[in-house]
């Protein structure tokens, strides 16, 4: 996969998360029809389009974000809460750390390490 569409609620304040913790630092491009497309160093393009006001997201929907080691996961979570940004999700496992924290517009990102 190269790329994720995403409907959001609030432009700037998911390009600020997405840019602040999740490394989706390297430009910003505004296409035609509008939507606000970001990429992260790995290339990855992070589509950000608008939310139609009647849209829900399903309980279950989620998408991962891997990071290099168990640390990696605890100092992002570390940083995400005293931002104020919700954890909805934890688990530490030998070989599997995660965290799941909710979005400004409540997608639910996990993070996560597994050897």
């Not at 996969?1 to 913790?21: C, G, I, K």
């Not at 009647?54 to 931002?83: K, M, N, Q, T, Y």
Request: aromatic share 10%; proline share 6%.
């Amino acid at each position: 996969m190269q790329h994720l569409a995403l409907a959001v609620r609030d432009e700037e304040a998911s390009r600020r998360f997405y840019e602040t913790y999740l490394g989706f630092d390297a430009g910003a491009e505004r296409m035609d029809d509008g939507v606000l497309m970001l990429s992260n160093a790995d290339g990855f393009r992070l589509a950000l389009g608008p939310w139609d006001e009647d849209a829900r997201l399903p309980a279950f929907l989620h998408f991962g974000i891997s990071l290099p080691s168990p640390d990696a996961v605890h100092a992002l979570e570390a940083r995400l809460r005293a931002d104020g940004v919700e954890v909805v999700g934890s688990w530490d496992e030998p070989a599997y750390v995660s965290r799941k924290v909710r979005d400004p517009s409540g997608y639910v990102v996990e993070l996560c390490w597994e050897p």
